[in-house]
Antibody, heavy 122, light 110 residues
Framework: QVVLQESGPGLVKPSETLSLTCTVS????????WSWIRQPPGKGLEWIGC???????NYIPSLQSRVAISIDTSKNQFSLKLTSVTAADTAVYYC????????????????WGQGTMVTVSS | QSALTQPASVSGSPGQSITISCTGT?????????VSWYQQHPGKAPKFMIY???KRPSGVSNRFSGSKSGNTASLTISGLQAEDEADYFC??????????FGGGTKLTVL
């Protein structure tokens, strides 16, 4: 059973950088697309971006200037950095996997982490 | 890029069928057969229910089905059960390297 686990600070100050890591257990991180998706309290889902195990990335244009997703295949982890955060970035952040037989554009996410709440506040 | 439009809420009685719509534009839902659906219970991560408009992942009940007509995709749940009560989100590729979600629909089983 593949398990994804997000980790990182639950509180970030405005204008600082949000940093999260997703650890993949019980399977290799190779040959998949990995995404970050967030959900503000009481609201809908927002896809942030994705990374292939080779390191190629795609980001939503509205966040592209502030976001970076990286991957460490040796640790079976991938990470999210979001700079210059504001209260609008307060959300539950999920990491998720696209099935091996699909491309990331499918919008298919078959495995999700449990999510981690990140609050932006001074 | 705007979020896809879903009804805020739908309801149905056990055993009935309900349909949740997901309306986009000719640039997203209308252009690609790349619509997926997710079920989310309170406090839980979303669950993968449908991909590529109408395909069901292994393990998902055949009571769940997806379809698309023009710029609107739909999720139909037949034989409604109490455990189907949840929020449902659609997702579509919108071209230019963008994935967008709907605002979500709260399903109440009466």
């Amino acid at each position: 059973q593949v398990v994804l686990q997000e980790s990182g600070p639950g509180l970030v100050k405005p204008s600082e950088t949000l940093s999260l890591t997703c650890t993949v257990s019980n399977d290799s991180i190779s040959s998949y697309y990995w995404s970050w998706i967030r959900q503000p309290p009481g609201k809908g889902l927002e896809w942030i971006g994705c990374i292939y195990y080779s390191g190629s990335t795609n980001y939503i244009p509205s966040l592209q200037s502030r976001v970076a997703i990286s991957i460490d295949t040796s640790k079976n982890q991938f990470s999210l950095k979001l700079t210059s955060v504001t209260a609008a970035d307060t959300a539950v952040y999920y990491c998720a996997r696209t099935p091996r037989f699909l491309e990331w554009v499918s919008g298919a996410f078959d495995i999700w982490g449990q999510g981690t709440m990140v609050t932006v506040s001074s | 890029q705007s979020a896809l439009t879903q009804p805020a809420s739908v309801s149905g009685s056990p055993g009935q069928s309900i349909t949740i719509s997901c309306t986009g534009t000719s640039s997203d839902v209308g252009s690609y057969n790349l619509v997926s659906w997710y079920q989310q219970h309170p406090g839980k991560a979303p669950k993968f229910m449908i991909y590529e408009v109408s395909k069901r992942p292994s393990g998902v009940s055949n009571r769940f089905s997806g379809s698309k007509s023009g710029n609107t995709a739909s999720l139909t749940i037949s034989g409604l059960q109490a455990e189907d009560e949840a929020d449902y989100f659609c997702c579509s590729y919108a071209g230019r390297g963008i994935l967008i979600f709907g605002g979500g629909t709260k399903l109440t089983v009466l």
